[in-house]
């Protein structure tokens, strides 16, 4: 590649043991004198985490709240929003995984932006491209503390899920990137090892999506799907361990070099057609089913989406096959590279059907038809000429 930019905002990480010592230094750095904690019940319930965050911050804590659900509802956004506004917010800190760093982006764009929230969302007018409204006013600054790695830790987007199953809402801004990032070893080791894997397995399935388009990605790309997916396979397997502090901080860094991937000029949701078959449907499944989890799901799609959309992206089987430590006589062969997947991913105790989890067959008409609103699998609208492979995707999922 002979031309490529790469484009990064100002960040500030803090990893290892007692990481969180620094938070008092950052809220200064910032400026910030009523800083604000989004988390979900479980942070607040369930672990010491949550009151930690409230000693290191002493009377610079402006609040809390702490009923953030799971893939972000608007309805907890909203209602956060209210909170933050009448504690007079400065500045916010997410703690938690995905769905609560989601939550604080929006939460920053709706403290600042006027308006109905859903014209502040991405559009899909009929036969247009999708078009997000630019957003101008000055945010609040964000902090976000990981208690589950994710790559939705260094990002400017957030899809929220809908109250009635249906498409995701989808906001961007890249005025939402955060400040400072903590990931604090004994923050991470709060999460149970379900949760872990859970999130683990989503990173090291994007980070083996990635590696399926290497040939022709510029050299700092390269490098983040590199160094991401040999971090994330050697992590996820001791995910399991609940003391094995050092599995879950690599597993951060896998996130995050996938984040720079995107800085240096990556197009990791759209890599290839198996990765935008996996990331539409699966984000269209557990919007409509609250009880499914990223990784799970992503899990169980992968094999029946290599079947179905492998033709049309070969080069992506054997580039996946080959950083599995396939032969290259098996390379091209879409059942051998489902294999190698599931060896990996069986140990972990992992659903194999979407049937296991109660997801019911008559409702995959209307995941199809969400799935033909996500930004990042299908920036062009080129997925709804592949409705039978979609469909044909979900019937062996299930």
Known sequence: MDSYSSISHALRLHAGPDALAHLPRELGRLNARRAFILCGQSVATRTSLLRRLQELLGASCAGAYTRIGKDAPLEDVLAAVTAARACKADLLIAAGAGSVLKAARVVAILLAESGDPLDLATHYAEGMPPASPRLLKPKLPLINVLTAATSAQNRSGAALRAADGGARLEFYDPKTRPAAIFWDSEALLTAPPS????????????????????????????????????????????????????????????????????????????????????????????????????????????????????????????????????????????????????????????????????????????????????????????????????????????
Do not use: K
């Not at 990635?210 to 995910?239: D, Y």
């Not at 860094?253 to 890599?271: I, S, V, W």
């Not at 062969?333 to 060896?343: E, N």
């Open 195 to 398: 949760l872990a894997v859970s999130t683990g397995v989503a990173v090291f399935w994007r980070a083996l999506m990635n590696a399926g388009a290497i040939r022709g990605a510029n050299p700092l790309v390269q490098a983040s799907r590199l160094h991401a997916l040999a971090l994330a396979r050697q992590a996820l397997p001791r995910l399991r361990d609940p003391r094995d502090a050092a599995a879950r901080l690599d597993m951060c860094a896998a996130a995050l070099l996938q984040n720079r991937d995107e800085d240096d000029g990556g197009r990791p949701f759209d890599a290839h057609w198996i990765a935008r078959a996996v990331y539409a449907l699966g984000a269209a499944l557990f919007n409509r089913y609250s009880h499914l989890d990223q990784g799970a799901t992503h899990a169980i799609l992968t094999g029946p989406a290599i079947a179905c959309f492998g033709d049309l992206c070969p080069e992506a089987v054997r580039e996946m096959s080959a950083m599995l430590g396939l032969p290259a006589a098996a390379a091209a062969d879409p059942a051998r590279l489902v294999d190698a997947i599931g060896v990996l991913l069986r140990p972990l105790g992992l659903p194999e059907r979407l049937s296991e989890l109660a997801v019911p067959a008559d409702g995959m008409a209307a995941v199809i038809d969400a799935a033909m609103f996500n930004f990042n699998a299908d920036r062009h609208r080129e997925l709804s000429r592949h409705r039978d492979r979609l469909a044909a995707v979900l019937r062996q999922a299930l």
